[in-house]
C-alpha cells in the first residue's frame, strides 16, 4: 500500500444542506387525521458506497493541491479565488462525510494526501484536468442514483467542479507561457 490509511479527517463539524431522509414536518392545521407512511429513500449499494469513499479521497486531495498552489499564484485574484474553491472543496468534503456516515455508520478511511509539488503551470493543469475529471465521475454518479438526495449532491457538486475547472481554464489560458 502506498499511502497510510487514517480514520477520515474533518476540516470542521459537518454541516451538509440537507440531513439525511428528513422528513417534512405534520402540518398542525390538518388536524388528528392519519397520515399516510412516507416512503424512506433506498440506501445506497456497496458498491455506491465504495464509489463515495473515493469521492471523499478526491476531495481531501484536492484540497492538499489547491493549498499548495495558492502559495505559487501570482496575483491576489488568483489566490482569492483559489481560496473560494478550496472553502467549496471543504463544503464537498463534509457533505460527502456526513452522507457517507450516515449511510455505512462508521467513518471512512482515508489516504494521506500526497503533497503535490509541480511548478506553478503543470499544476495549475493538473487542476483543471482533475476537476473536469471529477465533474465527470459525480455526472456518471448522478445518472446512476436512484436516491433523489444523493443525485441533487452529486448534481449540485459536478456543478461546482466544471466552474472550477472553468476558473484553472482561464488561468492556464491568460499565466501560460506557451
Do not use: C
Not at 451538509?16 to 399516510?36: L, M, S, V
Not at 433523489?148 to 448534481?155: A, G, L
Amino acid at each position: 500500500m502506498l499511502f497510510k490509511k487514517k480514520k477520515a479527517p474533518s476540516f470542521e463539524q459537518p454541516q451538509p444542506t440537507q440531513a439525511p431522509y428528513r422528513q417534512p414536518p405534520p402540518n398542525p392545521t390538518q388536524g388528528i387525521t392519519k397520515q399516510a407512511p412516507t416512503k424512506q429513500p433506498k440506501p445506497i449499494s456497496d458498491e455506491q458506497l465504495h464509489q463515495l469513499q473515493q469521492f471523499l479521497q478526491h476531495s481531501y486531495q484536492s484540497v492538499t493541491d489547491f493549498e499548495y498552489l495558492i502559495e505559487k499564484v501570482p496575483t491576489e485574484q488568483t489566490a482569492s479565488t483559489l481560496r473560494d474553491i478550496i472553502e467549496d472543496h471543504k463544503k464537498h468534503y463534509q457533505t460527502l462525510l456526513h452522507l457517507y456516515r450516515s449511510q455505512a455508520n462508521k467513518d471512512p478511511e482515508i489516504s494521506e494526501a500526497s503533497l503535490n509539488r509541480n511548478a506553478y503551470t503543470p499544476a495549475l493543469k493538473k487542476a483543471f484536468e482533475q476537476s473536469q475529471f471529477q465533474s465527470h465521475l459525480f455526472e456518471e454518479a448522478t445518472r446512476h442514483t436512484e436516491n433523489p438526495q444523493i443525485r441533487n449532491i452529486y448534481s449540485s457538486i459536478a456543478r461546482d467542479h466544471q466552474r472550477h475547472a472553468l476558473w484553472f481554464l482561464s488561468y492556464l489560458t491568460v499565466f501560460s507561457k506557451t
